[in-house]
């Protein structure tokens, strides 16, 4: 019996329908009017009929109050917002800067200097001088004679000369001459700064007369044709006119 019972209640309950706003009309009438009351079945009702009547209404009035219930606690959903529109940025008023606005002068171009006058190669006169140097013809594959002719308007009271023969290989001093007598000068030949060097210098108290006067330094040299592009001579002497000084090298 109780197992019928309560089949048939499961059944009801699971084909029953609730109408959700007609309860929740109900509930509010009860909250707005406390006075209402509830009809009391008749206790002429008895025996079985009754019993299943009670349960049905049980089970109705309880999935009522679960589905009130499930309505009234359901959170309301929030309003829907529009998003938020960003504010623009302002932008910022630049400030004046505190520095100076004078104007920076123009940078003014330096004034180039006189580019230095380059020493020339040659110079064969000056003053009371004049002079030229030359190869001697008799110079040939083994052997060689640089020449230097010098020619003075007036008498030399002070005389140097020169003659610097590069080493281009196995140069070798053989001998020198000159034209003037030997006892009035003092003569050097030393190998330096990559040269053969022959020097001729006036003794103090003796002159040079006036005139063409030729000095000559004599040498080996390697086998061939020998270049004599690094050779040079150069003389410093003194007179009566002023000092003077002349240079250059020696074509063949």
Request: charged letters at 20%; proline letters at 10%; a positive charge.
């Amino acid at each position: 019996m109780n197992e019928e019972i309560s089949r048939r209640l499961r059944e009801a309950a699971e084909a029953h329908e609730p109408d959700r706003a007609r309860i929740l009309a109900r509930v509010e009438r009860g909250v707005a009017d406390p006075a209402v009351r509830h009809r009391t079945p008749s206790i002429r009702r008895s025996g079985p009929r009754a019993v299943l009547a009670g349960l049905a209404t049980a089970g109705i009035l309880a999935t009522g109050g679960l589905a009130v219930a499930a309505i009234v606690g359901a959170p309301s959903p929030p309003p829907a917002t529009a998003p938020a529109v960003p504010s623009p940025t302002p932008t910022p008023t630049p400030t004046p800067s505190t520095r100076s606005t004078t104007a920076a002068p123009a940078p003014t171009t330096a004034p180039s200097s006189p580019r230095p006058t380059p020493s020339a190669a040659t110079r064969t006169q000056n003053g009371s001088l004049w002079s030229e140097g030359s190869m001697d013809g008799h110079s040939n594959a083994f052997w060689a004679q640089s020449d230097l002719t010098l020619r003075s308007t007036q008498p030399l009271t002070s005389l140097t000369v020169e003659l610097r023969i590069a080493q281009t290989g196995d140069v070798r001093d053989t001998g020198n001459w000159r034209t003037l007598p030997s006892d009035d000068f003092t003569v050097t030949v030393q190998e330096t700064g990559g040269a053969l060097l022959y020097r001729w210098v006036l003794k103090p108290g003796r002159t040079v007369p006036a005139g063409q006067h030729e000095f000559a330094a004599q040498y080996n040299h390697a086998t061939g044709t020998r270049k004599t592009t690094g050779d040079s001579y150069r003389v410093n002497a003194q007179s009566a006119g002023g000092s003077s000084a002349v240079w250059g090298g020696f074509t063949r």
